[in-house]
């Protein structure tokens, strides 16, 4: 049975950090692409940040860039997204996900979903 669950989120002041986890189970973990999304009330999922099997490659949304990083842990089924100077327009429902294709941009693309993780910033 796939399994991806998230962890990580919460509520934070405008300028602080968080650091979001997702494990995986019930696949090769280390063939497949992983990204994260988000989604707020009212707006469409879209992607946050992806990256490659191999951990070698990384795509961001420009909103997002040098202030969020994506990593994986293949040895731990394991992929992470380190959020800084997070803003009020970050709040949203995070979601991480995972694509057979490579790395992936679009959420069609993505096989396996998770149940999501609320992140809260506060100005």
Same mark, same amino acid.
């Given at each position: !049975? @796939?399994?991806?669950? /998230?962890? #990580?989120? +919460?509520? @934070?002041?405008? #300028?602080g950090?968080?650091?979001?986890s997702?494990?995986? =189970?019930?696949? =090769? &973990?280390?063939r497949y692409g992983m990204g994260w &999304?988000?989604?707020a009330p #009212?707006? /469409?999922?879209?992607?946050? %940040?992806?990256?490659? %099997?191999? +951990?070698?490659?990384?795509?961001?949304?420009?909103s997002v860039k040098g202030r969020f990083t994506i990593s994986r842990d293949n040895a731990k089924n394991t992929v992470y997204l380190q959020m800084n100077s997070l803003r009020p327009e970050d709040t949203a429902v995070y979601y991480c996900a995972a694509t057979s294709v490579g790395i992936a941009t679009?959420?069609?693309?993505?096989?396996?979903?998770? !149940? +999501? *993780?609320?992140? *809260?910033?506060?100005?």
């Open positions: !049975q @796939v399994q991806l669950v /998230e962890s #990580g989120g +919460g509520l @934070v002041q405008a #300028g950090s968080l650091r979001l997702c494990t995986a =189970s019930g696949f =090769s &973990f280390s &999304f988000r989604q #009212g707006k /469409e999922r879209g992607l946050v %940040a992806a990256i490659a %099997a191999s +951990g070698g490659r990384t795509v961001y949304t420009d679009i959420t069609s693309s993505y096989n396996y979903w998770g !149940q +999501g *993780t609320q992140v *809260t910033v506060s100005s």
